[in-house]
């Protein structure tokens, strides 16, 4: 028979969810240009996530707001969870139909004869 590599056990901490950290080399230490940039990284990331979540806000409101006024989805009409759950899925499809047909181009009507 062959001889096989045999692995190391895996060290792991007390909290037995972590690998050890004993080997692990020291940081570098970011000079104040570094952190400074980062810190405007950070920034610039947090007010993107802030102006999209706003945008996904206002799209679902909306569409919220549609299902209940124009579709009369006010209230659940079929009985059970799955009753509700069934209800709202074609309302959605609906919606999404509405959506899709307004990006179809309409013709151009012919010239009189």
């Known amino acids: ?55 996904v806000q206002a799209l679902s409101d909306n569409s919220f707001a549609h299902l209940k006024r124009i579709l009369k989805l006010d209230r659940s009409r079929l009985r059970g969870p799955c009753g509700a759950r069934d209800e709202f899925h074609l309302a959605a499809i609906a919606q999404n139909l509405r959506k899709l047909a307004k990006l179809i181009p309409v013709p151009a009507p012919l010239p009189a004869a």
């Not at 909290?15 to 810190?39: K, M």
């Open 1 to 55: 028979m062959s001889e096989t590599k045999r692995r190391e056990p895996l060290v792991l901490s007390p909290l037995e969810d972590e690998p050890a950290t004993e080997n692990l080399p020291e940081p570098i230490p970011l000079t104040p240009e570094q952190i400074a940039a980062q810190a405007e990284a950070d920034e610039r990331g947090e007010r993107r996530r802030l102006e999209w979540a706003l945008v």
